[in-house]
């Protein structure tokens, strides 16, 4: 039975050793710490989990490691994104069999397929596995924009149920919606607050890594509780976290904030570096403004 996907999901982070291998212990630490602070998924191999700097072993290993770490307290999706879709294919079948709750999948982001080619891609996917699929739009990094008529398409397909809509125009929120009805779920990817109040479901942000209680609360308190004015005093409270790790630095900030705060998260892969001095220092500012620290089971910088 398909699980219902809502609230605040992360797209996680993965920690990496000082010798550039893929951190276990610490992503143990890291989802027990995420599901004990209140987030309602997790998302690991998306783009701030650098997916592309990974080969197929580490994928297989990340997306095992959190599955079981998990042990269904929340939803996992996976990260099964790959430009040939006979690669999505066996990516999100191999999701399947390890017990992800679904998959995300961003287009095909080299050969700017048409629509006809998109509807295709997620067609052939969906008829492969039986896990609902998280369509993800994000036209800055995929070089494809599924604009609102074509998720429409999109959405007859039955397995293809959610899209994180990642872009900064807020009313294709409303129009997803409008024009998809209950077969499509939107879940916000850059903009929150603003998404939920348009209709979104969800919200697969960037900051819950740093702060995945306060991120959790703006959507609990929009969606559950009709709390406005509450959560967006909120919002704006944290936004200088959530803009910090906007941006070409949402991976090397997201990882020098939690280095700050205490946990040992390592360094991006190349081409990603590490945040430069000046930016590194606003970083350390940031986690002392806002009193932010690791809380969860101790975990040694390798």
Known sequence: MMKTFRGT??????????AGEVDVTALRA????????GIHGLIPLGSTGEFLSMDDDEKTLVAEVVIRQAGGRVPVLIGTGAEDTREVVRLSRRAEKLGADGVMIIPPFYS??????LVHHYKTVADAISLPIMVYNNPATANVDLKPQLVARIAEIDNCLY?????LEV?????????????MTVFGGILGFESFVEGAQGWVAVASNVVPTEMARIFSLVADHGAIKEAHELYLKYLPV??????????AGSKALLNHMGFAAGNPRPPRLPLPAAQDAAARALVKTFDLAWRGAPVAAA
């Not at 890291?30 to 602070?37: G, M």
């Not at 910090?244 to 991976?251: L, M, P, R, S, T």
């Open 9 to 18: 999901y992360n797209v996680m982070i993965t920690p990496f050793t000082a």
């Open 30 to 37: 890291f989802v027990d710490w995420q599901i004990a602070a």
């Open 112 to 117: 700017t397929p048409t629509d006809d080619e």
């Open 163 to 167: 899209i994180k809509e990642s872009t």
């Open 171 to 183: 009313t294709r929120v409303r129009d997803i919606v409008r024009l998809c009805g209950d077969r």
């Open 242 to 251: 959530i803009e910090f790790v906007g941006g070409q630095a949402y991976v």
